[in-house]
């Protein structure tokens, strides 16, 4: 089975970067898409950007594009999000998340989900 590790969350002051990553483990991730969303306290879990299986995909929410990218690397199975010019809004619990192809920004489409890396921006 699939299982999918989040890691690199902490804090950061605003204007600053963090880059976040997806292990996978188990099956192999080549033959699947993967999407970053995001939580914040008493808000819903939004879609943040999503890559299809080959990398050639990719979409963002409007509120980060231009400051987050989204790529993988399918020899190490692992995905990233390159999160720079953050803001104190972008603070949330981060989750990655799989589906066999490619599955959008929609949280309802993926199967399998990592544990969650906490992203905390403040000065």
């Known amino acids: 089975q699939l299982q999918l590790v989040e890691s690199g969350g902490g804090l950061m002051q605003p204007g600053g970067s963090l880059r976040l990553s997806c292990a996978a483990s188990?099956?192999?991730?080549?033959?699947?898409?993967v999407g970053w969303f995001r939580q914040a306290p008493g808000k819903e879990r939004e879609g943040v950007s999503c890559i299809s299986f080959s990398g050639e995909r990719t979409n963002y929410a409007d509120s980060v594009k231009g400051r987050f990218t989204i790529s993988r690397d399918n020899a190490k199975n692992t995905v990233y999000l390159q999160m720079n010019s953050l803001k104190r809004e972008d603070t949330a619990e981060y989750y990655c998340?799989?589906?066999?192809?490619?599955?959008?920004?929609?949280?309802?489409?993926?199967?399998?989900w990592g544990q969650g890396t906490q992203v905390t921006v403040s000065s």
């Open positions: 188990g099956v192999t991730l080549h033959y699947y898409g």
């Open positions: 998340a799989a589906v066999p192809w490619e599955g959008g920004l929609d949280p309802a489409a993926y199967d399998y």
